[in-house]
C-alpha cells in the first residue's frame, strides 16, 4: 500500500477527534466528492468540493459532545482504498454512546483525496471499489500458472506493465486445492503492484484463499449465484457467453445471478478452446448493441485482427496467445490497447466506466 493512502486515512482520525477540519486541506482535493447517499443517517447525500465537505463535518460534529472516527481492514486497488469505518459519538445532552460500522472507498489522485464513498459494510466497499477497478478495464489476459512451465512472474510484469488491466490464472491441469493456492501468489503479487484485478478459474471456493478478486465460470459450470455464495459478498463473478441467448440472459439476471463480468466469443477459433466452434464478429456486434454488463471479446485475438472487434462494437478484449507467446509480451500488451483506445471514437470510453464515477 502506498504510505500516502494510511497517512490520509490515519489523518482523517485524528481530525475527527481533534474536530480540525482544516488539516483536511493537506491531503483533500479542493474539488472532492464526498458520496454519503449509502448513509442511513440524516446527512446523507452528495457533497461537493471542500466547502460542502465542511459543512458535512459540522452537522455531525454539533449533533454529538464527542465523536472518534477508526478505520479498519484496509485493502488498496491501484488509487483505491476500501475500509471499514467505525463511528462512535456521545450525545450532547443524553451522554449516551452509541456505534456505527460502514465501508468506504477513497479515491486519490496526486496524492489526495479526489472522491470518499459511503457503502453499508466493508464487504460492499471492497466489491464496490472492484467494480470501478473493471469498469476501466479494457485488456484482460489469460495465462496458466506456469507458462511454458516456467515462473509467471516476469511474463506477468511484462504484460502489466503494457497495459493490462486484469490477469487470469487459468489452471486445467489436475492440481490439490493447495497447490493452485500456492502457484496463484505471484499472480496476486503481480496484479497488487500495478494495480489491477486478479481472477481465478472455475473455483469461486479458492477465491478468497488464492487472495484474488474473483471468478470466472463457464456455462457448463456452477451457476452465477452458487459462485458469488463460494466466492464471498466482496468478489466479482464472471461469466463466459457463446450465444444471443446467453448474453440475454445474462444481462436479464438479477441479484446473486447477475454476473459482473462478461466474455463474449469465442470470435475465432482458438486451441485454447477446443472444439468449441467460433462466434464470428456477428455475436460482438449483439454485444455491442445489447448488453448491460460489462463484457470482453475473446477468441482468437491478435494485434493483427483487433481493428475488426473493434470496427464490429468490442471496447475491452481478453487474450491468452497474443501476448503470452509473443517474442516481446509488454510491446504485444501495449499495442493490443493502443489499438484499443485507437479504434474508439476521440475522448471516448465503455459506457459502464463513465457510471462508475458517478
Not at 493452485?180 to 494495480?195: D, K, M, V, W
Not at 441479484?255 to 486451441?271: F, I, K, M, Y
Amino acid at each position: 500500500m502506498d504510505p500516502g493512502m494510511e497517512a490520509a486515512v490515519r489523518a482523517l482520525e485524528a481530525i475527527w477527534r481533534t474536530r480540525d477540519f482544516e488539516a483536511l486541506e493537506r491531503f483533500a482535493d479542493p474539488d472532492i466528492i464526498v458520496d454519503w447517499s449509502g448513509s442511513l443517517s440524516p446527512n446523507r447525500g452528495v457533497y461537493r468540493g471542500l466547502g460542502e465537505a465542511r459543512q458535512l463535518f459540522d452537522s455531525v460534529l454539533d449533533a454529538f459532545s464527542e465523536t472518534t472516527w477508526r478505520a479498519s481492514g484496509l485493502t488498496p486497488l491501484g488509487n483505491r482504498l476500501a475500509m471499514e469505518g467505525r463511528f462512535t459519538v456521545r450525545g450532547g445532552s443524553s451522554g449516551v454512546e452509541t456505534a456505527a460500522v460502514g465501508g468506504q472507498v477513497w479515491t486519490f489522485e496526486g496524492g489526495r483525496v479526489t472522491a470518499v464513498k459511503i457503502f453499508q459494510s466493508r464487504a460492499e466497499a471492497v466489491r464496490g471499489m472492484r467494480t470501478a477497478r473493471l469498469a476501466e478495464a479494457r485488456l484482460y489476459f489469460v495465462c496458466e500458472a506456469l507458462p511454458g512451465g516456467q515462473d509467471p512472474r516476469p511474463l506477468l510484469d511484462a504484460a502489466l506493465h503494457g497495459g493490462v488491466d486484469i490477469v487470469q490464472m487459468r489452471e486445467k491441469a489436475p492440481r490439490s486445492a493447495e497447490e493452485l493456492i500456492a502457484l496463484a501468489a505471484p499472480f496476486r503479487s503481480a496484479a497488487t503492484e500495478h494495480g489491477a484485478l486478479f481472477i481465478v478459474n472455475d473455483r469461486p471456493d479458492l477465491v478468497a484463499a488464492c487472495g484474488a478478486d474473483g471468478v470466472h465460470v463457464g456455462q457448463e459450470d456452477v451457476p452465477v449465484a452458487e459462485a458469488r455464495g463460494r466466492g464471498g459478498p466482496e468478489a466479482l463473478i464472471g461469466l463466459s457467453t457463446h450465444s444471443p441467448e446467453q448474453l440475454e440472459a445474462a444481462c436479464a439476471a438479477t441479484g446473486d445471478s447477475r454476473p459482473d463480468q462478461l466474455s463474449v466469443g469465442p470470435v475465432w477459433e482458438t486451441p485454447t478452446k477446443a472444439g468449441r466452434a467460433a462466434t464470428g464478429l456477428g455475436l460482438i456486434e449483439v454485444a455491442a448493441r445489447e448488453a448491460t454488463i460489462p463484457w470482453f471479446a475473446i477468441g482468437g485475438i491478435a494485434v493483427d485482427n483487433v481493428a475488426e472487434v473493434v470496427a464490429a462494437g468490442g471496447s475491452r478484449i481478453v487474450v491468452v496467445r497474443a501476448i503470452r507467446d509473443a517474442a516481446d509480451p509488454e510491446a504485444a500488451a501495449r499495442a493490443l490497447r493502443r489499438a484499443l483506445v485507437d479504434g474508439a471514437a476521440p475522448g471516448s470510453r465503455p459506457a459502464d466506466a463513465a457510471a462508475a464515477d458517478g
